[in-house]
């Protein structure tokens, strides 16, 4: 087949959406099919910058109006297909691609602001709280073939944005074979300190208000309990460090920034990962935490922890919740039985999630919802 993909960031972004793309197009391209990825990079260089967002819509439509006949999947993120006009596609699939449903995580981001938890910007509400939203509902609506990351964004869908259930699908994130068959350290006993690392921006969405204080509150009760913060942005290292005040000072590593190939290597040391997140799709991070063998502790938000099991494969907590985090933590740290048990039940489940295999499956549904299109209309041009 001829694949189209297409993803409204720069491509050379590690990571994230941009990574998930990426990985995509490589793994469809190994089991012998072209692939075009259209990305930032391919936007006129006067429209680069902040107009970039806006214009690139209209860039994927110019490109596949030039190009149709080559494409049978034209496999778009999120809104980037609004300014498609389907009935000139008889022959292709148009497929939604969603990284996260835009609209539950505007919910979700208007309810902190006005618990006071943040502060929006005047210009939120026209594009990302607005325009934007608008964009990723015509692109659903008029997709062949809407692909999801939780059953909680495709309730919202069917119930909030009267898209036809029929229509979609539920689909995960993988892992890059560096992350797979990674080898699983020994359980440190109770005398030896239980290290906790946390992986992301450091913004509200991840939930890294409600980890600070209940950390704040663990290191003023245990010793043995240290923490590191990956990826976290730069210039936020000594904005976590004022936070945490004098109960994390000496106990407490922060790397502003990495390659995403030395991940692995970074958690080398560490036996849980943190991710208290309030909004996601089907987080990466987690996923390839799990996979380098770390317990996780993750919220009840999003596709993978739809996928687990509470104290089994991974520790499920509610979200914007620091009793939870707090308690969950308690348990791993004082109970290394436990501790282990759920880092061996993680990893075996991350082996289920390489990108070749969700590839596959996905380039079988691409074939069956092509075929039904092109016989719905052969059907009915007779």
Known sequence: ??????????????GGAPGVTKQLAGAFSRQGHDVTV??????????????????????????????????????????DGCRLNSENYKRSLIVFRSHGLEHASAEQ?????????????????????????????????????????SQRDLDYAVSRLKVDPSRCEIVPNGLPPAFLQQPLSVVPDANNPLRVAMIGGYLHRKGFPYAIGALSRLFARYSLLEVGFLGVGKGNASRIEEELGEAGR??????????????????????????????EGFPLAALEGMACGLALITTSTGGLAERLRDRHDAMIIPPANEAGIEHAIEALLNDRFLLQRVREAGQAK???????????DQLALYAQRLEEKCKCSDFRSR
């Not at 991350?350 to 596959?360: E, H, K, P």
């Open 38 to 79: 259209l990305s930032f990079e391919d936007i006129p260089r006067r429209f680069q910058g902040k107009a970039a967002q806006l214009v690139f819509p209209w860039v994927v439509a110019r490109h596949i109006d030039r190009q149709a006949r080559e494409y049978d999947i034209m496999d778009l993120s999120s809104g």
């Open 109 to 149: 981001t208007r309810a902190a602001a006005r618990r006071g938890e943040l502060k929006l910007s005047w210009k939120y509400p026209l594009y990302h709280g607005g325009w934007r939203l608008h964009e990723v509902a015509r692109s659903l609506r008029l997709a062949d073939l809407g692909l999801l990351l």
């Open 1 to 14: 087949m001829n694949i189209l993909l297409s993803i409204h960031h720069p491509i050379s972004i590690e």
């Open 350 to 360: 991350a082996q289920l999630f390489s990108w070749d295999s969700i590839a596959r």
């Open 250 to 279: 000496g106990r407490v590593n922060i790397v502003e920034s990495y390659a995403h190939e030395e991940l692995p290597k970074l958690l080398q040391n560490y036996h849980v990962l943190l991710f208290p997140s309030l909004s």
